[in-house]
């Protein structure tokens, strides 16, 4: 990871200090190095100094797309931090829940057990990512359409290179700073309110209560993870990459979704599973479905169905405590609810790979988990990342910045009132 950026308009000039660090394959791979001094700049530039064409080009709507959906998804639920909730007394649960309970146990004790997890205060985390949009299906059927587009292996490969890093206080305080293809977007939250900030959006607040962000689930905060699963259900065994596992499953409650709905857009459900090896007792698989319904004009209604697939890997100790470094997300958004033709389904990828990992940080204190100044908390949304209810994700994504407008494609957050989305069409 680079931290410092050299100064290419004067090689005597001093160098740049980053505030994200940027993976060394995105200088590597780019002949034109002062392209990418003038992309650094870009980066470090007041807000509303900004051009949204001459920051993402071409590529505006698929970095929108792919940092909504992907950049800072949040989880089902909040995690209740409760010693005893782990600790309880198996034989007073059904048998389902007190199978989860035991496995449950079985991966505190493969983590590094709960003296190593009670011992960590606070986190810090620096890693790269590189995620991109692999295929756009559209029209009748969608799955067997003929109109399959194909994004994968382009450009060599294909994808947008970033780095992020993140710090954690408690379960209840985070925040994340992501950087991929020159686009920044921060999310956070201060144990009151999670908030998400991105160039083409004024900071807001997610609805409901604050809940963690997903990505410390996938192998980075054992503790954290131990804490949502006590309160799942087994629901069986599975075999995952040749690994077979328990499968957990929890689900968030009614009242949860309804404070995360508001009076365009409804959450009808939001499961969560994790799958733990019967070998290791580690989390080797991290699901995620939700379902959404927004409301259309007249009484139609679009659905949008959110599915994230995490495969966690690399396990490695640090200080005692077994961290994931490694792995990858492959996520399934598919609309339907209109005729058959209007049927889409995108599918994109992310990977991801820790840099470095340091607990307990000192002087870590509550300003450095300040919401933004100028956050909304009248937004009305959930989490995660849709498109409008008059909007339809474009066939050809890298060119859709001229057919699609910015505010089409937004974080579900972001989601507002239904006559604020016709003046956007």
């Known amino acids: ?248 499953k929890i689900e968030a409650d009614p009242s949860s979704l309804r404070a995360r709905s508001s009076s365009n857009v409804e959450v009808i459900r939001h499961t969560l599973w994790g799958y733990f090896s019967q070998r290791t007792g580690l989390l080797v698989q991290l699901e995620d479905s939700h379902l959404l319904r927004i409301k259309a004009s007249g009484n139609d209604s679009i659905f949008w169905e959110t599915t994230m697939e995490s495969a966690i890997q690399d396990y490695r100790t640090i200080d005692g405590i077994n961290i994931a470094y490694k792995g990858r997300t492959s996520v399934s958004l598919f609309r339907f609810g209109e005729t058959s033709e209007s049927h889409s389904r995108t599918r994109m990828e992310e990977v991801w790979a820790i840099e470095e990992v340091d607990f307990n940080i000192k002087g870590l204190s509550m300003d450095c988990f300040l919401p933004p100044g100028d956050l909304k908390k009248d937004e009305e949304g959930c989490d995660n990342a849709v498109i409008s209810s008059n909007a339809r994700l474009p066939f050809k994504i890298r060119s859709a910045s001229s057919r699609i407008n910015a505010s089409q494609v937004a974080a579900v957050d972001d989601v507002q009132d239904s006559d604020e989305d016709e003046d956007d069409q």
């Open 1 to 248: 990871m680079r931290k410092l950026c050299p100064n290419f308009e004067r090689e005597d000039g001093l160098e740049t200090v980053l505030e994200v660090p940027i993976p060394e394959e995105m200088f590597a791979s780019n002949k034109h190095s002062n392209r990418s001094w003038q992309n650094m700049k870009a980066w470090m530039r007041p807000h509303n100094e900004r051009s949204m064409t001459n920051l993402f080009g071409g590529k505006n709507t698929e970095i929108q797309l792919l940092l909504g959906v992907i950049g800072a998804p949040l989880i089902p639920l909040p995690i209740n931090c409760d010693p005893e909730f782990i600790n309880c007394n198996i034989k007073d649960h059904p048998i389902e829940v007190s199978m989860a309970k035991y496995i449950v146990r079985q991966y505190i004790a493969a983590v590094g057990g709960e003296k190593a997890l009670n011992s960590v205060e606070s986190m810090c985390a620096m890693g790269k990512v590189k995620i991109e949009a692999s295929e756009f299906c559209a029209g009748e059927g969608s799955l067997n359409s003929n109109k399959v587009l194909r994004v994968k292996n382009q450009r060599h490969g294909g994808g947008e290179m970033g780095g992020f890093v993140l710090w954690q206080k408690r379960p209840d305080l985070w925040c994340l700073e992501l950087v991929v293809s020159g686009c920044k977007i921060s999310a956070g939250s201060d144990g009151k309110v999670a908030w998400r900030q991105t160039p083409w959006h004024h900071s807001h607040a997610s609805r409901g209560p604050p809940r963690p962000l997903r990505r410390f689930l996938q192998g980075l905060d054992p503790k954290s993870t131990a804490n949502l699963f006590s309160n799942s259900v087994c629901t069986g065994e599975k075999t995952i990459n040749k690994e077979d596992c328990f499968v957990l």
